[in-house]
């Protein structure tokens, strides 16, 4: 699976942003994906998740706390694609953004990815 995250850029604390990852080889559209982040300095955190639960049932999203009510994360399995709709940003948002896949993942924060993407530099200023 190779997964290229697109989208990062300044913004404004309080402005918005969306970021994407698109999904490429086989049953790509098949897997759960979710985001990670690396502020400068820090170590690699989870962000947020989405499971794959097929055309019947809706996905599951779970979120880190520190962006929980401001980030929201979706897929458009017809695209590949998984987005990440960033809410009221903060200084302290600023990362790379890492695009992952798990192929396991069914819900909750047990997140362990089986593939990583490029990442992508969300800067916030204040």
């Known amino acids: 699976v190779q997964l290229q995250a697109s989208g990062g850029g300044l913004v404004q604390a309080g402005g918005s942003l969306t970021i994407s990852c698109a999904a490429s080889?086989?049953?790509?559209?098949?897997?759960?994906m979710g985001w990670f982040r690396q502020a400068p300095g820090k170590e690699r955190e989870f962000v947020a998740a989405i499971t794959w639960a097929g055309e019947e049932s809706p996905d599951k999203t779970y979120y880190a706390g520190s962006v929980k009510g401001r980030f929201t994360i979706s897929r458009d399995n017809a695209k590949s694609t998984c987005y990440l709709q960033m809410n009221n940003l903060k200084p302290e948002d600023t990362a790379v953004y890492y695009c992952?896949?798990?192929?396991?993942?069914?819900?909750?924060?047990?997140?362990?990815?089986?593939?990583w993407g490029q990442g992508t530099l969300v800067t916030v200023s204040s």
């Open positions: 992952t896949a798990d192929r396991n993942y069914r819900g909750g924060r047990h997140y362990t990815p089986d593939w």
């Open positions: 080889g086989r049953t790509h559209s098949l897997y759960p």
